[in-house]
């Protein structure tokens, strides 16, 4: 796979009020580079000292606990999807009782599994963890897992959106597989990168997502852990992957029958014509005097503008409340709700976002009509914009 490189690419930890002072506890740009595992047919982040340095800090702060907590809405449609997925597997295995849930940050699902009579345990970096399963009467160990400090095992372990951001999650597995009792389950949350892989999509960019799963990629490395793999499946809500693996008799399964991913030189080659497209397309409304651009999912943004080099001249807007008027480091752009934009309308707007862009897309069609001219980021990435 020839690597793709974003050189100046926005560390995204946190949003702050737009136009307050801040100081930040790591620098606002880092690079990034997209790269392959070929035995699993893993994308990865190539891995850089100085990001990993970044995101250990990071984590450590009460800010970045993941979006499981109560005062969070994006928690309640994702994280109502996956709790059906887990107590479907809990209904199939009723003879699960100890539960380990890495990364718990707001300890929402541990405290309904507790209240259900599961006795639980969370393990978070975070002091907000802390704080939070203290109130809820959730046992919760403060460290990077894995960690001494927990020396139990488990009937089931699960963790929600914590793999991608593992440095070594081929290790970080094995060692789950260890605080598992015999016949055990692990249970994994990941968001899912198919499409982006397929058509060349570099949206997924993040400094603290590590790895970008597909459901081969995903099935590989639980199998290589030591897992035998039950089941992945595409989530209900949201662009997310689950996977549910049981302990193997034996510590490595044979990876020699594993399909291999797809995922080439083609990959580079498919990012160099979005790009291209998504260039074209923005510059094109940005040198028309009569026009004004929009952006609809600004995360999933930053990295087409920090390739393409443009941090200003458009607007961004979002529907996450809490993102309201707040701004990303290092990224002067004052991000908007519906209402502002209904206020203030833009003559084009680009949605960045493959899960919801045609959702994103009929709102704006039933309130605007025609006024705004809308382009999904798979009609760019497809080539089917007119």
């Avoid at 035995?39 to 250990?56: S, T």
């Avoid at 259900?116 to 970096?125: C, E, F, I, L, M």
Wanted: aromatic share 10%.
């Amino acid at each position: 796979m020839n690597s793709v490189t974003i050189e100046k690419l926005p560390f995204y930890w946190r949003l702050s009020p737009s136009g307050e002072p801040r100081n930040n506890i790591v620098d606002n740009y880092y690079p990034f580079v997209f790269s392959l595992q070929p035995e699993y047919g893993l994308v990865i982040q190539e891995r850089n000292v100085a990001v990993l340095d970044a995101l250990e800090k990071i984590y450590q702060q009460e800010y970045n606990i993941g979006y499981l907590q109560d005062a969070n809405e994006i928690a309640r449609p994702y994280g109502a999807d996956f709790v059906r997925f887990l107590d479907k597997v809990l209904t199939e295995n009723p003879g699960i009782h100890k539960i380990l849930e890495i990364g718990c940050g707001g300890c929402v699902i541990l405290e309904g599994l507790k209240k259900r009579g599961y006795d639980v345990v969370g393990v978070d970096s975070s002091p907000f963890a802390a704080k939070e399963g203290a109130k809820k009467g959730v046992k919760v160990v403060t460290a990077f897992f894995p960690t001494s400090l927990v020396t139990e095992k488990f009937d089931l372990a699960f963790n929600v959106d914590v793999l991608e951001h593992i440095h070594k999650p081929l290790e970080f597995l094995q060692q789950i597989r260890e605080n598992l009792n015999p016949d055990g389950i692990v249970i994994v949350n990941v968001p899912d990168a198919t499409e982006s892989i397929e058509i060349g999509d570099i949206s997924m960019a993040m400094h603290q997502h590590l790895n970008y799963f597909t459901e081969d990629s995903l099935s590989a490395l639980l199998s290589r852990a030591g897992f035998d793999v039950l089941n992945v499946i595409k989530a209900g809500y949201g662009g997310s992957l689950y996977a549910a693996a049981r302990r193997s008799k034996t510590a490595v399964s044979d990876l020699s029958n594993a399909q291999e991913n797809p995922v080439d030189g083609r990959f580079s080659v498919l990012t160099k014509q979005v790009l291209s497209s998504f260039d074209h397309l923005v510059t094109s409304i940005l040198l028309d005097k009569s026009a004004s651009l929009g952006f609809y999912v600004p995360l999933r943004t930053l990295p087409y503008i920090a390739m393409t080099g443009r941090f200003s001249g458009f607007r961004f807007f979002d529907d996450t409340n809490h993102w309201h008027y707040r701004e990303f480091d290092g990224v002067p752009i004052t991000i908007e709700n519906f209402a502002d934009l209904q206020k203030k309308p833009v003559t084009h707007m680009l949605i960045m976002s493959l899960t919801f862009g045609d959702v994103i897309q009929k709102k704006i069609h039933a309130s605007f009509g025609n006024k705004i001219k809308t382009y999904t980021l798979s009609e760019i990435a497809r080539g089917t914009v007119l």
